[in-house]
């Protein structure tokens, strides 16, 4: 949640000297067999930043990113697969640039059994972008990107797939732990520190999925650290309160389907989150939840595709912040409380709500429109975000469009509406 950065955890520092050793133990045979590369760079302008962390008066951003692809399909019998970007977001006043690798790890098959060890992203669900279920994966909602998937971070994880028939059965541990990084809006008077979270490197799950058939179903359960955190307490001062973020364990079960009707495709997807709080007895901790997506597509003619989905959410033993019995020694928090609950989405007990995504393929394909709307009804909060790609050639594309947040101040998305903007980028392919 903070876009700080904290200090490198032991298990992340084994993580890493692992991931390394992978990287140089197979590097001369990499070089050796030859690497198959792609990437891209782009650069583009943000009217708005997504940290909160800058002087409101401040507008425009420049940004400009190096992204490379590269496989090895022969590394001492295995295949070897790697994605990672240098990435600067705020080039006209030289802040530092960053460093991602998103992606580096070994696969191979056994007949049946693929294995996929190193760094991974590992994306659950079979909902349009709303995902019950994805319990593995971290995101960075700060970084200035186009394609909001490009904001997910790669974790350390060995993944292993068995297939038995239409049938995969896949089990995952994932030892790597990193923080995801929310937009947090400044207040004076409050610190936010992170707290290193327990047994983070004893995070796993199990997914059944059934694919090919007229339904493609799976079924699954996760038991590791939520990426919502837990609004702690660290230290009160006459002049600073110090919040501590605690990511604590969850324990998700879900399953998601997808078929088809006529002309229309039809998924659900919907999962149970038990939280470390499932009485529901602390105010700032996150309650157990139910959460649900149903809807379809239709696509009409060629160029024309049409999403629509409805959203629900069921949050256990909920009371109300504004409830809270009165606390001398803690005025703060009914307020901490609000602010909790909003962040973790759990403000209201019932929440419905609604998207639609339409997209229209023009000129040959090379030009998309696409403008993706959520709104939640019991808040009246909604984000729209317009979007534009045109592909000039093979290597050059043009993208633009929107975000703009919209609702009350205390609701899901009218908290960020100071993070409305405006983007553009330009991206050469190689």
């Keep these: 949640m903070s876009s700080s950065r904290r200090a490198i955890s032991k298990s992340e520092r084994i993580v890493a000297a692992v991931t390394a050793g992978l990287v140089l133990g197979f590097t001369e045979a990499s070089l050796a067999a030859g690497l198959d590369v792609s990437g891209s760079v782009r650069t583009g302008y943000w009217h708005q930043d997504k940290s909160f962390a800058s002087d409101r008066d401040r507008s425009g951003y420049g940004t400009a990113s190096l992204w490379l692809n590269a496989v090895n399909d022969d590394v001492g019998g295995w295949r070897l697969l790697g994605e990672g970007y240098v990435y600067g977001g705020d080039l006209g006043r030289k802040e530092k640039g960053e460093g991602e690798v998103r992606e580096l790890y070994l696969a191979r098959s056994f007949g049946d059994l693929d294995l996929r060890i190193g760094r991974q992203v590992i994306v659950w669900g079979r909902a349009d972008k709303i995902n019950p279920t994805d319990s593995f994966s971290t995101r960075d909602l700060t970084r200035l990107m186009t394609d909001d998937e490009d904001q997910r971070l790669g974790l350390f994880a060995t993944q292993a797939r068995y297939a038995v028939g239409d049938v995969t059965v896949t089990f995952v541990w994932q030892p790597e732990w990193r923080d995801p990084v929310y937009p947090v809006n400044r207040t004076e008077g409050i610190a936010f520190a992170t707290r290193d979270p327990d047994r983070s490197r004893y995070q796993g799950g199990v997914r059944i999925d059934r694919s090919g058939g007229d339904v493609d ?7 590791g650290l939520s990426r919502t955190p837990h609004l702690g307490i660290a230290n009160v001062e006459p002049e600073l309160l110090t919040l501590e973020l605690d990511y604590r364990r969850v324990h998700v ?13 039809l998924r659900a997807e919907a999962a149970y989150t038990r939280t470390a709080d499932s009485d529901g007895e602390d ?94 009804f019991h808040d009246a909060s909604a984000l729209v975000r317009p979007k534009v790609n045109y592909s000039l050639s093979d290597q050059f594309r043009l993208i633009g469009g929107a975000e703009h947040y919209m609702g009350p101040d205390y609701s899901f998305f009218g908290r960020l509406k100071d993070l409305s903007s405006v983007f553009a980028e330009v991206r050469w392919l190689y």
Excluded: C, M
């Design 253 to 265: 079960a879900g399953f998601d389907l997808a078929t088809t009707a006529g002309d229309f495709g």
């Design 217 to 223: 179903w799976s079924v699954s359960y996760f038991d």
């Design 283 to 376: 105010p700032l901790a996150p309650n157990s939840f139910y959460a649900a997506v149903v809807g379809g597509e239709r696509s009409f003619g060629a160029s024309l595709n049409v999403n629509v989905q409805g959203l629900y959410r069921h949050v256990e033993h909920w009371e109300s912040p504004d409830d809270l019995p009165a606390d001398p020694t803690a005025p703060y928090l009914p307020s901490l409380a609000k602010q909790a609950a909003l962040v973790a989405q759990q403000h209201d007990r019932s929440q419905t709500g609604a998207s639609i995504r339409p997209s229209l393929k023009l000129l040959n394909d090379t030009l998309e429109l696409e403008t993706a709307y959520v709104r939640w």
